[in-house]
């Protein structure tokens, strides 16, 4: 069933606000596998409900991104059916989409049921899917949680129109939670007389699960984007715009946690990582990347992380400067329709060149 063109359940999840979303997370949490616990939050921080509605208010889109520095594959849109790769439950994308296609047109009674609780609809219709899947469904709930953001965000119709393809090869697809999670916790051996070794001991980055390439070593506390030229393949750019050819596969236009641009998830090890010193954490909230104390958390700035064992990172496929903007809509200082960012904005974080 529609309703002016939207249909009930639709509905239904634009009326939560960005509280309800984070509300609604934080009580799935418990219930996602440890595999996916922390994937699932790097996603909604890729993807923050914030931003994409000041896109949908902004009167000029373009110019609010050029405003707001925005490079690379912003637009959820672009990437339904790719943007959690990261995340295990990628594997059952296919019938997590379908059965979310079906509930949303599945009629306005049961959508005004699930007005009551969010987490608890997606919870229902993530324990479906895990049930035709005979799987455990910890396993579903991060993707469904996911899948149900990636709707509000693009739109029954868009999330309809994409095939719903699963993006791993069939070897990384039968792969267990635990052994990722060995993987993930396992640091490289040092050799027989590593104890000894100090400065010179080296560590692997893993910045893509799924690909047995995508790697590369660094040095014992070494920043992680400084390390990232060591890996094989030069050109980069060819691949990913953002980056330069001689700095690997992680896109950095300085190293002084001033661009954002290297900005990553830490799928595993974050407790091996520096703690976050002062100016990192308050680039990344100017940013809007991440606002937290955690000494050690999900979102880094990987030219301030230094490593101290092996981690595995995801890399957002964008980056841009909107903290303060959407601090400021949030305190009627700026209007939904008005793209304009100060030039200070941008200044202080040293964003400027290459927008």
């Known amino acids: ?85 990261f995340l295990y439950g990628h594997r059952y994308w296919p019938e997590v989409k379908k059965a979310l296609v079906e509930r949303a047109e599945s009629g306005a009674a049961e959508a005004e049921e699930a007005a009551q609780k969010l987490s608890s609809e997606i919870l229902k219709v993530s324990e479906k899917v895990a049930g035709e899947l005979k799987v455990e469904h910890a396993l579903v709930a991060g993707i469904m949680a996911v899948a149900f953001m990636t709707l509000r965000q693009v739109g029954l119709a868009a999330f309809k129109a994409t095939p719903g393809s699963v993006l791993i090869d069939r070897r990384h697809a039968r792969r267990s939670p635990q052994q990722i999670l060995s993987e993930r916790a396992r640091d490289d051996s040092q050799g027989i007389f590593g104890f000894l070794r100090t400065t010179d001991k080296r560590w692997t980055v893993r910045f893509d699960e799924n690909d047995e390439t995508a790697r590369f070593r660094m040095v014992h506390m070494q920043e992680i984007a400084s390390a990232a030229p060591t890996h094989p393949l030069k050109d980069w750019s060819a691949i990913d715009p953002r980056c330069t050819v001689g700095e690997g596969p992680i896109p950095v236009q300085c190293r ?79 209007s939904g329709a008005d793209a304009s960012v100060e030039t200070a904005d941008a200044g202080e974080t040293g964003l400027g060149a290459k927008a």
């Open 256 to 334: 002084s946690a001033s661009c954002g641009t290297c900005w990553v998830g830490v799928l595993g090890g974050a407790e091996k990582l520096s703690e976050v010193a002062p100016r990192e954490r308050r680039v990344m909230k100017q940013l809007g990347y991440i606002d937290t104390d955690d000494p050690r958390p999900l979102i880094r700035l990987s030219c301030q992380a230094q490593g101290g064992g092996a981690v595995s990172i995801v890399i957002p496929p964008w980056n841009g400067v909107f903290g303060k903007y959407l601090s400021k809509l949030r305190n009627g200082e700026e």
């Open 1 to 85: 069933m529609t309703i002016n063109g939207n249909s009930s359940f639709e509905d239904f999840l634009n009326r939560q606000d960005e509280q309800a979303w984070a509300q609604a997370l934080e009580e799935l949490l418990p219930s996602v596998h440890e595999v996916d616990r922390n994937a699932t939050r790097i996603w909604f921080a890729f993807f923050p409900l914030a931003l994409q509605r000041a896109f949908e208010r902004a009167a000029d889109p373009e110019a609010l991104a050029k405003k707001l520095l925005m490079q690379g594959r912003f637009q959820l849109k672009e990437q339904i059916d790719s943007s959690h790769k």
